[in-house]
């Protein structure tokens, strides 16, 4: 069995640093708990709003600031998959880095959430 780890690089926490307020850090704590093995979280704005108990509108603020931060980027609009950036941070095998690393930069950098009324 291949040990799993978390590697968190110093530039994750620098850009976190920048966007983080209490309420923020809850919804990127919740992202990092339910992170899957390829560094992605499936979730609508407002299921993370639900399950955090965060409001709507604080969590689709925090969505932006991680976009603009390229901390995530999004693969999918319709099944709202986030990638993290494993160049930031990572869960996983070392070995697994590499192609981590190109799926991400091969995702749009510019695709952002579409905005739904609550």
Not at 40 to 57: E, L, N, V
Request: glycine fraction near 4%.
């Amino acid at each position: 069995m291949v040990e799993q780890f978390w590697k968190l690089f110093p530039e994750f926490m620098e850009k976190l640093e920048s966007i983080s307020d209490s309420k923020q850090t809850k919804v990127i704590l919740h992202f990092l708990k339910n992170l899957s093995d390829n560094n992605q979280y499936t979730d609508t704005i407002k299921g993370i709003a639900d399950k955090t108990g965060i409001s709507y509108g604080t969590v689709k603020h925090t969505m932006y600031a991680l976009l603009d931060k390229d901390i995530i980027r999004l693969t999918r609009h319709a099944s709202n998959v986030y990638f993290w950036n494993p160049n930031l941070l990572m869960k996983g095998p070392a070995i697994t880095k590499l192609k981590l690393v190109a799926e991400y930069e091969a995702l749009d950098k510019s695709k952002r959430i579409r905005s739904r009324n609550k």
